[in-house]
């Protein structure tokens, strides 16, 4: 398979994955304080959400290499 297609094929399923669930998260740790043996640490959890507009466009221009592959041959 051509490395074009495949590209194309990620394109189209993080631009469908991307408007079916429109946001993630992910957690982050940071260290805010060390004393001797004793360490504080916060858990804080981020949530990006993803505009319908990247999705779309990720689909596109999927769309678009795969025709811009399937045309080339």
Known sequence: MNPIK????????????????GRFSYTRETQEAKFGPFEL???????????IWTGVAA???GGGLLLFASRKR
């Open 6 to 21: 495949i590209v194309a094929i990620v394109l189209i399923i993080t631009g469908l994955l991307g408007l079916v669930y």
């Open 41 to 51: 640490t916060i858990k804080d959890t981020q949530t990006v959400n993803i505009p």
């Open 59 to 61: 689909i596109v221009a």
